[in-house]
C-alpha cells in the first residue's frame, strides 16, 4: 500500500494511483473533470499547478505503446478535448505535453503554460523547478484557483 497528502492535505492510500482512480477507489481533487469507459481527465493529485491535467486510461498498462489502436484514437480525442477545454476557460494558450515509462501507471500530463511559469523558459527542461516552485508559492489562493479551474473544466466537458 503506498500514501501520499494531494495537493488539499488529504491523505491517500493507494495500490496503483491510477487504477485507483480509475475505478473510483480513490477521489482526485476535486472530484474527476471527464470519464468515459476507458480514461479519466483530473487534477494532479500531488502536483498543485492549476490546470495541470493528468489523462489516465483505467487499465493498468505503463507504457504508450501498450494501447491497443482505438484507445490510440480515443486517447488523441481526449488529449485534444482537454487541450480546448484548457484554452476555452481562458486558462492558457500553449501546454506542455509529459509522459514517462517510469510511472507504474500510464498516463500523460497536460501542463497549461502559466504567465509565471516565463521565468523558466517554458519548456520540458525545468519541469523540476516549476514544479518545485509551485509548492512555494501554494496558499489558500492558489487552492481556491485551482478548485475554481477543476468546476470550469468539468463544465466545459459537459458541453
Known sequence: MN?????????????????DIGSHK?????GLIYEDDLYTVSQDPEIPIVGLMILGI???????????????MN?????NLTIENLKKIGLCSEVLLLEEERSSHFH??????????????KNARNIDD????TYEIYNDEVKEELLNTIDKLKEEFKK
Open 26 to 30: 480513490m477521489t482526485p481533487p476535486g
Open 58 to 72: 483505467k487499465r493498468h498498462i505503463k507504457s504508450i505503446n501498450e494501447l491497443s489502436r482505438d484507445e490510440r
Open 75 to 79: 486517447l488523441m480525442d481526449i488529449l
Open 108 to 121: 500523460m500530463w497536460i501542463l497549461p503554460i502559466l504567465p509565471w511559469m516565463d521565468k523558466f523558459d
Open 3 to 19: 500514501k501520499t497528502i494531494d495537493i488539499l492535505g488529504e491523505e491517500k492510500l493507494f495500490d496503483c494511483m491510477g487504477c
Open 130 to 133: 516549476i514544479i518545485n516552485y
